[in-house]
Structures are given as C-alpha cells and as structure tokens.
C-alpha cells in the first residue's frame, strides 16, 4: 500500500483470490484499517447474512455486491465465489469475529487452496482470544473447543474427553445454556478456575471469575443476556494425600459408581474420570 497507514484512499485494483476479513464483535471501532481497505476495493463480499454485513457495510459507507454463504449453500454456491475469486477480489466475512472460527468459510477456504486460488487472511476481533485475554486465565496453553453441545450426555462425554488436558480451555456458549453448562462442568472438576466473559467490547461487557457453583448460583439468579465466552482454567495439581479408596467405598454403600466418583471428586479436588474407574473396580 501507497497511502499512508491511517486513510484508505487506494484505489488500485486488488489482485484476484479470497481474502478472510475478520469484522467486529460489537464494538465497530475494532474494525482493522486493513479491513476497511479490503472490503472498499473487492469485488464481491461473501457473507452470511446480507442484512447483517449491509448494517456493517452502512456503517462504513460502503457499496459492494454481497453473496449470501454458509457452508451448507451447496456446491453450485461455492462454485460461482470460486469462479468469481480466480479473476476477481472476493472478501469472505461472517456476522461477526473472525470468520471459519465457529462460523462458515472452512470448506470454501479448503477447495479455494486446492483450486489453486490465491487465499489471503486479514486477522482481526475473535471473541475466543478476546475472552482469553479479558480473563486473566493462565494462557501459556490453551484450547478451543467451539460450543458445547446442548444434549446434556454429549456435553458430559466431551467434557470428561477434555478433561485431562492441561490447558485453559475455552468454549462459545449461549445465555440461555450457561447455567446447565456450568452445572455439567461443576459435577466434574469443582475446584477448577472458570470464567465467563460476556457481551465483549459491548456496553455491557463483563468478565466474572469463580468455582462453577459460584457462578451457576450467580447466573441462576441474574439470567445472562448477550453473548458468552465460556473458559475453564486447567486443573490443579493434585495435592489430595488421604486415602481415597476409604472414601470411595465409603461413598458406594449408598451411591452408584458415578454419583461416589462425582462426591469423592467435589471432596478432594482428584479427577472425577480416574476416580470412576476405581469405583468400577471397587465395585466387583
Ligand atoms: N467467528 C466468531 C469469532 O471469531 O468470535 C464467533 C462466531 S460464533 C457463531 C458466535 C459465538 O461467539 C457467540 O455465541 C458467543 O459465544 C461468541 N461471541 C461472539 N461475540 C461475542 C461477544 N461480543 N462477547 C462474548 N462472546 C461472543
């Protein structure tokens, strides 16, 4: 670029491929100068929502054509952005964020690259890194498990699947979910750190830290509103020193294996996994 870094006066043309905007979260200031320069001089704008992206484009005092895409659009769909993107400049956006994170884009991105169009990122708002970084988590390591799923066996299956990963991990959850969602990880690491970071870079943004319980009872009396980044922080390290096969079997005379693993794991801080494969064994 010519100009100088703070305006958007170039008007040469782009060269032709698929350029991944990411846009804001809420706060329109966030928007990249990058972002703007692209989407003032691409051809077509692919995008999720028209009626979205043209509040965005509003906004900005843009003009541009706009194709309505998700990952489930078809072949046909993906076909003409391809076509369009070998001789021309195609800016992929989502409603929000950065787009493939949670949103469409992967497959037309894939086939994009294996077609041998020129694929370029612009990096912007994520709400996965800004919660990240809102919540003061330890982030040395961390991993992004997209959103929970909503059947409460599915949920519990993957959390027990994450939960010997030692890392901050971090899920998209909805207001209407986050108090299930909270008891289900609750039952399984009581001790573990959580955070959850709502309506980010918006008026009501706020970031509240606490035990699961804590916050379930918090949430359960003030419902959320807006959008949520979920994180728990990693586990502990296991410091419990008593003989937990004592309180396993004292737990089974009256439990079923994953109710004793659920109590004994809320008592000592142990993993509830390891804990309810001894009280299978302890069971025979
Ligand atoms: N691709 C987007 C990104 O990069 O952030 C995420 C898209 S995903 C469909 C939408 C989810 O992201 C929401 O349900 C919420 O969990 C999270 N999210 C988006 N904006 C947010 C915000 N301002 N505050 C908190 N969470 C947000």
Not at 9 to 31: E, F, H, M, R, W
Not at 129 to 144: H, Q, V
Request: hydrophobic share 40%.
């Amino acid at each position: 670029m010519t100009h100088s870094l703070l305006t958007t006066s170039d008007k040469t043309p782009l060269s032709a491929g698929l350029y991944i905007v990411a846009t804001p979260i809420g706060n329109l200031g966030d928007i990249t100068i990058r972002a703007v320069d692209i989407l003032q001089r691409c051809d077509l704008i692919a995008c999720e929502d028209t009626r979205v992206t043209g509040k965005l484009l509003k906004a900005l005092d843009i003009s541009k054509p706009m194709q309505r895409y998700d990952d489930h659009s078809g072949e046909g769909a993906r076909q003409k952005l391809l076509d369009a993107a070998r001789e021309s400049a195609v800016a992929l956006v989502s409603d929000a964020g950065t787009p493939i994170i949670s949103d469409p884009g992967f497959r037309l991105v894939s086939e994009a690259r294996e077609a041998g169009v020129d694929v370029t990122t612009l990096p912007g708002p994520c709400a996965a890194i800004a919660g990240l970084t809102l919540s003061a988590l330890p982030n040395d390591r961390f991993m992004f498990g997209g959103f929970l799923p909503t059947k409460e066996k599915a949920r519990r299956e993957l959390l027990e699947e994450l939960g010997g990963v030692d890392a901050t991990l971090i899920f998209y959850e909805s207001s209407p979910r986050l108090v299930k969602s909270l008891a289900a990880i609750d039952a399984l690491w009581p001790a573990r750190e959580i955070a959850v970071a709502r309506e980010i870079t918006k008026l009501h943004e706020e970031c509240r830290k606490g035990s699961a319980s804590e916050l379930a009872a918090h949430y359960l009396t003030q419902p959320p509103k807006g959008e949520i980044v979920l994180m728990v922080g990693p586990p502990e390290e296991q410091t419990f020193e008593g003989d937990k096969d004592a309180l396993l079997a004292e737990a089974l005379k009256t439990l079923k294996p994953s109710q004793a693993a659920s109590q004994v794991a809320k008592a000592t801080g142990l993993d509830r996994k390891e804990l309810y494969g001894r009280a299978l064994e302890l069971k025979k």
